[in-house]
C-alpha cells in the first residue's frame, strides 16, 4: 500500500479565473481516498523528524498512521492532544518550514503533506462530529487571564482550561481570533472555521470577553484584585510600520492592517455591511510577506489591477510559495528590486495619482542572512496608481505595556520574558507571541501559549505546596 | 459572538435638529473614564466601528454620555436608536486624558458639534480653578448646543453665530482675535471644532505664541494603534490620534494632510446617506 510517489497529492484549487472575483476558499481540501493516498506516502519514521519540527509537538507519524486505517477520529484526538487549533494550523502554518522541511521524504522529492492532512482531519471532523472533545479535568477553581485572543492566547487558554483552570480571555476587538479574524482573508482562512474552532474552546469552559482593553479599561492590577493568580499576555504585534517617505498621509494610502481590518473584520466588500472601503483600480502594494500578499489579493478581489512592490527578488520573498504562486495565477504583477520613494496626490483632492520608485540591487547578506537591497542610480520611475497599501510589517501593540511600567520592554517595545519560563518582570504575569517575538507566525504564537500554560500550571502548583 | 455586556440607552435628548444626546450603561468605562477620551461604537452587526468622544461621566450611576451630529449614516442610525435599546459593542475609555492640571487661565474655543468635546475640557479646567472664558461658534441660532452646562463651568461665555441669528454675528476666531489683542495673559486655547476652524485659531494664536491644544478626530476603525487609519503628522512625525492622541500641540498639526485624508470615503459616504435617508423616508411614511 506504500505509496512511492515522490509528489503530494495535489489539493484541488478554485480556478483562478472564478477565485479572482470571489471572497470563497482557494484551497478546497482533499477527499477521504485523497488524504489515504497521501498519508501512505508517511515511512512512519521511528525517530519522528516531523514532530521535531513542529512548535506544538504535534504526533505527526500517529495521526497519519490513523487516517491510512481510515480512522480519522482517532487521528483528530491525537493532533488535538497538542494543537487546540488544527484547522486553523493545516491552513495557515508554513508547514514548508518546518515538519515538512525535517520530512525524510524530501530528501527525495516532495515531503508529506502534512499540512494538508492536518486539515482534512480537522474538517472531517468539524463535518462529522458535533461534539467537542472535551478533555478538561474537574474545574480547580483557580483563575487565569487572558489578554488578547489572538492563536496564542486561545492556544494558552485552552491548555489551562484543559488542566482545570478557570480562564477568561479579554479582547480589545469586538469579535475573538486576533490575526485570524481581522488580518487573514476569508479565501484562505475562513471566519466559520475560525468561529467553529473558538466555539469549541467555549464549549470547554473558557470564557471570552470582548470590548476590554486591558490596559484601557482594565489595568493588570486590577484583575489580580479580581481574583485571577495569573496573566499571561498576548496582546500581539498589531501596530502597522510605514516607510517615512514623503506622501505616506495621502487618502488612498493604507496600511495593510487597516486595509484588511476594513474587509476581513468589517466585510466592507459586503453590500450589507456599512464599513466603507473605496472602488479601486490600479493598487501599489509595498512588501513581500504573507501580509502583503493578502492584502495584494484582496484588492485584486475587489476588482484592482495589482502591483506588488518588493525591494529584493523573488527568492528573499518572505511569504508562503503558494501564496505567491496563488497571486500570480489570480493575475497579479510584481515589480521586484523596486522601492518607493514618493507617493503623489492630486494638487486639489490629495488622492493618490502616482507613485514614484527607485530599481535596487542586492549586495551582501545582511543580519537577516537575505542579500541587502541597495539603490541602483537608475532614474526613477512613476508608476500609476490610485491606493497605495503599506505592507513592511508591525510593532508590538504598546496598549499593555504602557499602562504599566513594571512590565519591561527592549527598544523595539517587545516585552522581556525569560526564554525558558516566559515570565515578565512583573510577578504572576507571563508573555509570549508576538508582542515578545515580534512579527512572527501563527504557529510559533501558539507555541509561546502552550509553553506559557505548562509554566503558569507549574508555578501555581509550586507556590500551593510552598504554602502548606 | 462573544458579546456579554449590555450596553443600554437610558436616556436621549434631542440637542437640536441634528444633535443628541445619550447616556449609555457602560460601567467598566464609565469607572476609567477621563475629560480628552472617546470611544468607539457599533450599533449592530452590521455596522460600522466610529469614535465618539466621551462627553460626560457618571461612575456612580456607570454611565456615559455622548453626544452626536447627524452626518452620515452611522450616526443617522444610531439616532433611530430610543431608550431602551442598546449599541452592540462600545469600547474605551481610549486616547490619552487631557493634560489639563496646571493652567491658570485658558481660553476654550468650541465649533458647533465640537462645543460637545470642549465642554468636558472646560468643564475639567475649571474644577482645577483655571479661569476659563468660552468660545462657542455655530452656523445658527438653532444649532446652539449645551449653552447652560457651558456657563457652568466657565468665568465668561461668548456665542457666536455664522449669520448673527442669535444677535451675535461672527467668528470664534474674531472674538479670540479682540481677547488676544486685549490683554495677553492666557497660558492655554484650547479649540475642538470643525479642522479649518481649528486651523484658523492654531494660526492665529501662534501669532500671540499661546500654548494651544487640539483634538483630533479623524477616521478610525480600531482605536487601539491598530489600523493607522488616524495617523495625523505632528511636528513631521507620524502619530496615532487613537493612542498618541486625541489631544495635540496644534501648532505643530499638519492641518491640510488631515483635511484631505477626512474627505476620503466622502464619495461612498454621501452615497450611503442618500440611499440610507430614501430607504429610511420609506419606511416611516409609506
Known sequence: MFNKSKKKVVMPVQNPDVRKDNFEEVALGYTLEMAKEEAFRCLNCKHTPCKSGCPVGVNIPEFINAVKNSDIELAYKIISETNALPAICGRVCPQEKQCEKKCVRAKNGEPVGIGNLERFVADWYMENMNESINVSEKSNGIKVAVVGSGPSGLTCANDLSNLGYDVTIYEALHCAGGVLSYGIPEFRLPKDIVNNEINKLKSNGVKIVANVIIGKTIYLDELFEMGYKAIYIASGAGTPKFMGIPGEGLPGVYSANEFLTRINLMHAYLEDYDTPIEKLKKVIVVGGGNVAMDAARCARRLGADVNVMYRRSEIEMPARKDEINHAKEEGINFLFLSNPIEIIGNSNTGNVEKVKYIKMKLSEPDASGRCKPVPTNEEPCLIDSDCVIIAIGNSPNAVVTNSDKSINCDSRGCIVVNDSTLATSKENVYAGGDIVTGAATVILAMGAGKKAALQIHNDICKNKSDAL | ?286
Open chain 2, 1 to 286: 459572538m462573544v458579546c456579554d455586556i449590555v450596553y443600554e440607552i437610558l436616556e436621549k435628548v434631542k440637542l437640536n435638529d441634528n444633535v443628541s444626546k445619550m447616556v449609555i450603561s457602560a460601567p467598566l468605562i464609565a469607572r476609567k473614564a477621563a475629560a480628552g477620551q472617546f470611544l468607539i461604537i457599533r450599533i449592530d452587526k452590521l455596522g460600522e466601528r466610529i469614535p465618539l468622544t466621551i462627553a460626560d461621566y457618571d461612575s456612580e450611576n456607570d454611565t456615559v454620555t455622548i453626544i452626536y451630529q447627524k452626518v452620515g449614516k452611522t450616526t443617522m442610525r444610531l439616532d433611530n436608536k430610543e431608550v431602551g435599546d442598546s449599541l452592540l459593542d462600545v469600547v474605551g475609555p481610549l486616547g490619552k486624558a487631557s493634560e489639563l492640571g496646571s493652567y491658570k487661565k485658558a481660553i476654550v474655543v468650541g465649533g458647533g458639534v465640537g462645543c460637545a468635546i470642549s465642554y468636558p475640557q472646560a468643564k475639567e479646567l475649571y474644577k482645577n480653578g483655571c479661569k476659563v472664558e468660552f468660545i462657542a461658534g455655530f452656523r445658527n441660532e438653532s444649532l446652539i448646543i449645551l449653552q447652560d452646562e457651558i456657563q457652568k463651568v466657565s468665568n465668561t461665555l461668548d456665542v457666536v453665530t455664522d449669520d448673527g441669528s442669535n444677535g451675535r454675528k461672527g467668528l470664534v476666531t474674531d472674538i479670540l482675535k479682540n481677547k488676544l489683542e486685549l490683554n495677553n495673559d492666557y497660558d492655554l486655547v484650547v479649540t475642538v471644532g470643525p479642522l479649518p476652524m481649528m486651523k484658523a485659531v492654531c494660526d492665529l494664536t501662534k501669532k500671540y505664541n499661546i500654548k494651544t491644544i487640539v483634538s483630533m478626530n479623524p477616521i478610525m476603525i480600531d482605536g487601539t494603534g491598530m489600523c493607522g487609519g488616524c495617523r495625523v503628522t505632528v511636528g513631521g512625525k507620524v502619530r496615532f490620534a487613537c493612542v498618541d492622541g486625541p489631544d495635540f500641540d496644534g501648532h505643530d498639526v499638519d492641518f491640510e494632510e488631515i483635511i484631505k485624508r477626512n474627505n476620503m470615503h466622502k464619495s461612498q459616504e454621501i452615497a450611503d446617506r442618500e440611499h440610507y435617508c430614501r430607504l429610511m423616508r420609506g419606511v416611516n411614511y409609506v
